[in-house]
C-alpha cells in the first residue's frame, strides 16, 4: 500500500485545511487508517482514525469537535477536515494504514505516507 498526503499549508488561527491521503496498491478493505502529527520538537501523536469498512471513527481530544475524518472508499482516500485551527495544531501530518480495528498507537500501523505540513499562524 502506498499513501500519498496533501493539502496542508499555512491557516491563520481559527481557519479550516482539509487534508487527503491517497491509498493506492493493495486494496484496503478491512483496515484502520488514521492520521498523526508530529510538531517540532515533540514526539508524533495520534490524531484520529476511521475504520476503512465500517466507517467507524475516534479521536484525540485535542482535535474531537474541530476535526473530522472521513473516507471515500470509490476513490480509496481518505480525508481530515481540520476547522477551528490553533496554533498548537502546527505540526507535520502523517496518514497512515494498518490492519485491526481503529488503531491508536503508530507502532500498530504498516504503511505511512510521506507527511504534509500544517502551519497554523497566530
Known amino acids: 500500500v502506498q499513501l500519498q498526503a496533501s493539502g496542508g499549508g499555512l491557516v491563520q488561527a481559527g481557519g479550516s485545511l482539509r487534508l487527503s491521503c491517497a491509498a493506492s496498491?493493495?486494496?484496503?478493505?478491512?483496515?484502520?487508517m488514521g492520521w498523526f502529527r508530529q510538531a517540532p520538537g515533540k514526539e508524533r501523536e495520534f490524531v484520529a482514525v476511521i475504520s476503512w469498512s465500517a466507517g467507524s471513527t475516534y479521536y484525540a481530544d485535542s482535535v474531537k469537535g474541530r476535526f473530522t475524518i472521513s473516507r471515500d472508499n470509490a476513490k480509496n482516500t481518505m480525508y481530515l477536515q481540520m476547522s477551528s485551527l490553533k496554533p498548537e495544531d502546527t505540526a507535520v501530518y502523517y496518514c497512515a494504514a494498518g490492519t485491526g480495528f481503529l488503531l491508536l498507537h503508530d507502532n500498530q500501523y504498516n504503511y505511512w505516507g510521506q507527511g504534509t505540513l500544517v502551519t497554523v499562524s497566530s
Open positions: 496498491g493493495r486494496t484496503i478493505t478491512s483496515s484502520s
